[in-house]
């Protein structure tokens, strides 16, 4: 293999190798996206409850709490996305996890309000 060959042959594993970097980052991206978008569904949720007649004090402050925790992670998430930055598989799953605890209080508030046990 000439040394033309063996460059060529460098260049075109490169060039996957970073396809392949790019198609990631564009899931991790879109998956941000719609975590962020799940957010802002489940915080009108959350405002909702918070704001009618008589809640659950306890699942107010579940909710409150469960909230402010999924901002944190949420908000580097949405700085990430926002400046072009690269989006790690971790920020994502930290970003995740944090909205599956407002979605579980969430569920927990409907489940009060529907059984009456306010």
Do not use: W
Not at 46 to 67: C, F, M, P
């Amino acid at each position: 293999m000439t040394k033309r060959s063996r460059l060529a042959a460098c260049a075109a594993i490169l060039s996957l190798a970073t396809l392949g970097a790019c198609a990631n980052q564009t899931n991790l991206r879109k998956a941000a996206f719609d975590t962020m978008s799940a957010y802002h569904v489940a915080a009108t949720g959350a405002e909702a409850y918070l704001a009618s007649g008589s809640v659950n004090a306890t699942v107010k402050a579940d909710i409150k709490t469960a909230s402010a925790a999924a901002l944190v992670p949420l908000t580097t998430l949405d700085t990430a996305v926002s400046n072009g930055n690269t989006v790690t598989a971790s920020e994502l799953a930290t970003a995740e996890s944090a909205l599956a605890g407002l979605q579980s209080a969430l569920s927990i508030a409907q489940t009060t309000t529907t059984t009456g046990s306010n």
